[in-house]
């Protein structure tokens, strides 16, 4: 047992560093696959231990949880904005031959302005239904 404690001992530290939280949660999962909830009370000195545990471990969580948050906002605007698509979460090609224009070699700076100005009036296409 005292192997243990030294084991919880180490997770408590590492769950202290945002590096190492990872790596101790996972040891912490395994811990308490293999003992039985008895076991870990009869530890001595567990109750401290699970405490320093607890108060790190909720705050990776609540980290996680508004990481997890963010990321939902974040695909929910962009595909209320039509900017990702749903199916396959990958952004727009900006060249698009929609929204380019080829224009002629021997065209001058006057004729290049217009065709600017056509290809900025130019709607883009919604890809919502495909």
Known sequence: ????????????EWNTKPKLCHIAQFVLFQVFSILSPTEIVEMKGIGELLEGLILYSQRHYSKIHRLDWSAFLLDYTLNGMSIVEPETGVVDDPKDESLMEVVGQGQESAGEEDGLKKRSSKKRKSHKWK
């Open 1 to 12: 047992m005292n192997e243990y404690r030294l084991l919880l001992e180490y997770v408590r």
